[in-house]
């Protein structure tokens, strides 16, 4: 009965989130945002910790409305479509702590699975490393699935633990029109602005606002996730989630040939380093990490806006884990990797084998 | 006599990866799936029709979905 299956659910809504993304992204570089980097959810997440002062690196401090724009599009389009569900209570801490793992992984790389299709699509070829990574991270993840491993059954709980992440996004966005940007200013009131550097880097606020609200709402809808693309097609041979990440590439490439943005190379690549081993490395512990989740960062987002506590969990879990990159110079930069970010994947790896080692079901 | 798979509060790719166990396992019949989101009701009918089975039937129980599956 593939009609009880709306427009949103099918393949053509699926693409239809893949070619907007491949449209916006693009554009929003054009209109301020970092090169490729128009959306990149570790990289914004880690701005915003830097807006908050959860670290002091000086270049990646900004309050990025297109994360804020992703819950609150999520929430509404939940709302609107009666699909706000608050639950909460699979295996939280760990959730919290493979978000901690997933920005490690992801900053040793430089940008989240959306970023590494926006680096390729922008001639980064630095960004095949990332995604080869990235699908055997996943595929790793998949043979603790096969194995029995999850995280458990969440409960139904109160609307509110549904709503404290999206209340909080509407928190950052009301401090950032309190605290506006003021030119020449590393501070305003309680928030960090970049001066140099990618976070001194954006689109205007509502045009990031609007996008971002754009993109949650359909995500949402879609179930948009960059993850879940490559482990179904692992997993059960299954398409659909694809056919969305290649739409994304696709659209990103064609943008960024018609706006001039297309630079193939390795070498000086925008907010980018090219020791290819830890590109592949960094991204193969955060695409585990992701696929022990659940999801993929921005899906984390969606999947918060539409009431799941634990994907809040691992979302806030991310943040603490950009903090932690930059004080304790895990993450890299255009220079390489940083001083402990080698361990950093190392231990990661091993924290996440323990966890998917030992979480698994015994079944029958 | 159906088989019940019971996928409430698990999250993706759980339902699924029960779904297509229980399916496989079986040569026709009907397979009834609970879950609890709009998410995993699609990835649900959308794995069983692409094993062959139908989806006879969604209704809503308690806050979540029951899915008769048919083959």
Known sequence: MPKMLSFFASRR?????????????????KMGNPANMGICVACFERDIAGALGL??????????????????????AAYLFGEF?????????????????????????LGCPWRALLRLAGGDGNAIFGLLGLIVGIWIGTLFLKSGYNLG???????????????????????????????????????FYSQKGPGSMHAPLFFSLGVGLAIGFLAQKTRFCTMGAFRDLILFRQGHLFWGVVALLVTAFIINLLLGQFNPGFIKQPVAHNMSLWNFAGMALAGLAFALAGGC?????????????????????????????????????????GPYGIPAVIIGFLVCLFIGFTMREKTN | MSRLVDARGLSCPQPVMLTLKEIKSLPGGEVIVLVDT??????????????????KAIDPEGKGYRITLHK
């Open chain 2, 38 to 55: 709009d998410t995993s009701k699609e990835n649900v009918c959308r794995a069983a029709q692409s094993q062959g089975w139908q989806v």
């Open chain 1, 297 to 337: 960062p921005g899906r984390q987002l969606f999947l918060a806006g539409e009431g799941d506590g634990d994907a809040a969990v691992f979302v806030i879990g991310m943040i603490v884990g950009a903090g932690l990159s930059h004080n304790f110079g895990l993450a890299s930069s255009p220079d390489g990797v």
């Open chain 1, 153 to 191: 059954r969440s409960q139904a709980t109160y609307s509110s633990v549904g709503w404290l992440l999206p209340l909080t996004m509407w928190g950052f966005l009301l401090l950032m029109l309190v605290f506006p940007q003021i030119p020449g200013q590393e501070k305003s009131g309680v928030l």
């Open chain 1, 85 to 109: 569900r608050a639950r909460a209570g699979s295996a939280t801490v760990v959730r919290f702590f493979l978000g901690v793992l997933a920005m490690i992984g992801a900053l040793v790389f």
């Open chain 1, 55 to 76: 670290h002091r690196a000086a270049v990646v401090q900004y309050m990025r409305p297109e994360i804020i724009g992703f819950v609150l599009g999520s929430l509404v």
């Open chain 1, 13 to 29: 809504g699926i693409i239809l989130a893949g070619v907007f993304i491949g449209i916006f992204a693009p554009l929003l570089q």
